[in-house]
């Protein structure tokens, strides 16, 4: 204003105390707003300006637990008004809250301690319409560039929420991945108790571990163990489950560095994937192979990494990605066994 300069309303909306104002509004509404605060600091990367990824920061740390009474009435409402007569010691104070729900640690009257996941209310009522109006409000206040495919992220953001929130299909997830890695003991699932489970409420077994990202002051040999599990569980769910856990956040696994087994916790987003899809990225994975680009090219627009108005620039970008990824995962493919590419796969001839 000194200079003569008449300021734009973008550049007073994003100054610092109010990107910290609508970051602590969001963390408040929970869902929607978390949900797609999370999905473009993870799918925008740097197309976003400063401020924001800033304020999407916030929102992956963590929301704003529930009050006391409003958790009672979800249990009672879950479990009956004796809800409390189904543990011999029930935590108040959550141990986890995200954007669909929070944790909280109870023992059963056997001693074992148990993990309730328990769904904010109205969640699953208003995820539509608090999308919509989240991102209404970022496209009005031009925090969200023009480069990012909003009305993909909103149908993706909808999608994902609905699922997650949808705790009888997460349960279900949960006992086919007991089943699924049964056999392997360097994973470990929890334990569903079906019998207290509702639309609002899942119970598992409590697991004990490390949080993924605390590992950095780990041997380089305990990380690499770590890593490896995370990408031989990403094959398997892939190839020979056709099930995966599509969100990639660390605070859906743990570590037990006393038994080395990678622990699975969350499985609100897990999605079947076509046989189709699924051969499109085995030709992915054969092209790399072969270092055939125009065969990587196809079977990445096959499954849907390119749209119509992708450059030829940006087709180069991403499949250099595909290439520096590729030697890692070779390194992996050869310490599975060759049962995870039966069907054909061409790694299995030439594992």
């Known amino acids: 204003m000194a200079s003569g300069k008449r300021p734009s309303s973008r550049d007073l909306l994003i100054t610092p105390a109010n990107v910290r104002r609508v970051a602590d509004k969001l963390s408040h509404l929970r869902g929607a707003a978390m949900k797609v605060g999370q999905l473009l600091s993870m799918d925008a990367g740097d197309l976003l300006p400063p401020e924001l990824s800033e304020l999407l920061s916030v929102l992956r740390a963590g929301a704003n637990p529930m009050p006391m009474l409003q958790l009672a009435g979800v249990l009672e409402g879950a479990m009956g008004e004796d ?8 935590g108040f104070t959550p141990v986890a809250a995200a954007s669909i729900g929070q944790v909280h640690k109870a023992l059963d009257h056997q001693g074992q301690a148990l993990a309730l996941k ?159 899809l699924v051969a499109a990225y085995r030709q992915l994975f054969h092209a790399e ?34 290439e520096l990824a590729w030697n890692p995962c070779v390194q992996i493919i050869m310490t599975l066994p060759p049962r995870i590419w039966r069907g054909g796969y061409v790694i299995r001839v030439w594992l």
Request: glycine residues 4%; aromatic residues 10%.
């Open 83 to 90: 809800w409390q007569s189904h543990f011999s010691q029930f």
């Open 118 to 276: 328990i769904q904010y209310p109205g969640v699953r009522q208003s995820i539509d319409s608090d999308v919509d109006n989240v991102m209404t409000l970022l496209k009005m206040s031009r925090l969200l560039p023009a480069g990012v495919i909003a009305d993909e992220l909103i149908q993706e953001a909808k999608d994902q929420l609905h699922a997650e929130a949808d705790y009888h299909l997460e349960a279900q997830h949960l006992l086919a991945y007991k089943a699924l890695l049964a056999d392997d003991p360097s994973f470990r699932v929890p334990q569903c108790y079906t019998e207290l489970c509702s639309e609002n409420l899942l119970v598992m077994s409590f697991e004990e571990g490390v949080a993924v990202e605390s590992l950095m002051t780990y041997p380089l040999a305990e990380r690499n163990r770590c890593a490896g599990l995370l990408l031989q569980l990403l094959f398997r769910e892939l190839f020979e489950f056709g099930h995966v856990q599509t969100d990639p956040n660390f605070a859906n696994f743990l570590y037990d560095p006393d038994n080395g087994q990678l622990v699975l916790l969350d499985f609100g987003a897990t999605r079947h994937y076509s046989p189709e």
């Open 289 to 322: 192979l072969i270092q055939d680009r125009q065969q990587l090219l196809d079977a990445a627009t096959q499954i849907g990494y390119f749209s119509e108005q992708v450059t030829a620039s940006q087709q180069e970008a991403v499949l250099k990605l595909f």
